[in-house]
């Protein structure tokens, strides 16, 4: 297996604190069969990538944990105007390996409709984007069908493996197994920050899909499409997208328990910590981040 999304690399951001933590990541997710850990620190307001920092700790890890699993270069790639900006002046300089595929985190509580116009830039430069665990950000509990229209503009979408067996929440767990059902899930990744309080634990997803949807869909989140997405490779051949074209609306949407989400809280594994959403506090952006952005 190959986890496309973990933040192994240590004091870079809110994932590994310590050397230690990084190895002890790595040696978690190499005994659940990971033969490749993409390295995803955060690009963003609260944790700035610092380019030479993050190669420099990268290849330190690479170097110790040569022989027990192989290591990529990513980002978790936050989509705010000064880096929409950045990646489109230096096209896949933030993508996997620079190969082109790039995960990117949107806003969690409010996602502004000009964001696909930023969507359509960062694909014009040259990128394959990956939008990170959807099935938990706040806004897109509230508004689900901006999944939708992410995959018809081209976009792949990454769930977190610990959110099929809910633990970031109830509501969290009945969207990743709807869009488990309807095959819009094309990777299962960890999001791991920690050995112990955020683990690398991909195993047990893989075995839940195999046993929901087939052992072929646990590869091809797990195995194909990861693989294709550390080589830059051409995307693989997918199973039809049940409901997409339709636009047929999501059945998790209709639930009591959504029904209460959306009236205003926020469903149990989006608070920030160690169990929910990365530590970061979103606001409602300014005025001037589009106008920097799109220049008007």
């Known amino acids: 297996m190959i986890d496309i999304h973990q933040h192994l690399i240590y004091g870079v951001d809110d994932g590994s604190p310590d050397l230690e933590s990084s190895l002890q990541m790595a040696q978690v997710a190499a005994s659940e069969g990971v033969t ?103 806004a897109v509990l509230r508004q689900p069908e901006l999944i939708g229209e992410w995959m018809r503009a081209g976009c792949l979408i990454q769930v977190t493996a610990g959110s099929l067996y809910g633990r970031f929440g109830k509501v969290e767990e009945m969207l990743a197994n709807e869009l488990l059902e309807r095959n819009w899930i094309h990777f299962l990744a960890t999001d791991a920050h920690h050995p112990l309080r955020r683990p690398p634990h991909l195993q047990q997803a893989y075995k839940y899909v195999a046993k929901r949807a ?9 195995v194909t499409n990861p693989q294709a997405a550390v080589e830059g490779a051409a995307w693989p051949e997918q199973p039809e997208p049940k409901g997409l074209w339709e636009n047929e609306p999501l059945r998790f949407s209709r639930t009591p328990e959504m029904k209460r989400a959306r009236r205003g809280s926020v469903p149990k594994g989006d608070s920030p910590g160690p169990a929910g959403e990365e530590a970061e506090t979103e606001r409602v952006p300014a005025r001037g981040f589009w106008s920097r952005l799109f220049g008007r």
């Open 36 to 138: 490749r850990i993409v390295c995803t620190p955060h690009a963003s307001d609260p944790f700035p990538y610092n380019a030479p920092l993050v190669e420099e700790r990268f290849a330190e890890l690479r170097e110790r944990l040569e022989g027990v699993v192989e290591l990529s270069l990513g980002c978790d790639f936050h989509l705010s105007a000064d880096n929409i900006m950045e990646a489109c002046a230096h096209p896949l300089r933030y993508s996997i390996d620079g190969k082109g595929y790039l995960l990117v985190e949107f806003p969690s509580f409010v996602i502004p409709p000009a964001m696909a116009e930023a969507l359509f830039r960062l694909q014009s430069a040259g990128y394959r984007l990956i939008v990170t665990h959807p099935e938990r950000y706040p």
């Open 214 to 222: 087939g052992e072929e869909t646990a590869r091809r989140l797990c």
